[in-house]
């Protein structure tokens, strides 16, 4: 049975800005490259995701050194956090109506 | 989207926040010989205990039950290290990550300043609750180390604390309740822990 699309966030459509926006609302804030290494994505397919998402202010970003090293953090924003319980809760719903 | 694909969605999403936050390659074995060691370490203790002839000297005796409790805590490191790194490696997931910082980081605040508060009881002469000051300390390690990896390691802790502080209620048992916490629990969990999740 397919399923309307319609309440569900345009910036979750993709399945990338999704897994990325789950590791980002489980944990405080997380680096550049240890998100490239879990979600297995190249450089400039993550950078191309992370822009789309910091576009719709779900998420921020903090540019740091660690010695020399360029340390880019991302943590998510209230926006994104809102953003993304009502995303899940869409699909939860849609599960559930399926069942009655 | 299909009903399947939606719950691949949300499984893969619970996946997902589980793995980027904790680290899930702590090997189970890793735990058994800790305990394994441990057996060995304080039946050698046991031994001293038993054999020696300390009279007014302590301060041998405890120098080398001392040497023996820390090259126990060295091989389990080093063997935890060892299994967990195969481990990962194994189920092909970064053993240097997020997750195991976050764990070693949270463990080692209680267990630096547990090793360094049992060296003070230790220079001060309070031999009798050295073995639960180890007890009490490395549980706590354990519970605030828990967040970062399998919840079962957790209640590890809190047995460890409670096993910590009957040892320093009753003089005289902290050798036989080092054993049980050190010992006996990490066989136990270790195996469980094996079972659970490694094989």
Redesign the interface.
Known sequence: ???S?EQFDKAFEN?IR??IM??L???ES??FN?LK???ELTDGNLASHLKALEKEAYMEVQKSFIGRKPNTRYSVTEKGRAAFKKH?QA??N??KQ?KL | ???KD??A??S??RD??????KFISLSGLSGVMAGIYALIGAGIGYNLLKTGNYEGDNIVFITELFLVAFAVLIFSIGTGFWLSYKKARKIGR?FW??GSKRLLINMAIPLVSGGLFTFILIYHGHYGIVAPATLIFYGLALVAGSHYTYSGVKSLGIIEILLGLLAALIPGYGLLLWTIGFGVLHIIYGAVMHFKYDS
């Open positions: 049975m397919k399923i699309l399945r999704l897994q789950s590791v609302v489980a944990n997380y680096d240890s290494e879990l979600l899940l699909l939860e849609l599960i399926q | 989207m299909e009903e939606i719950h969605e949300l893969s999403i997902l926040m589980e793995r980027s936050a970064p990550s997020t």
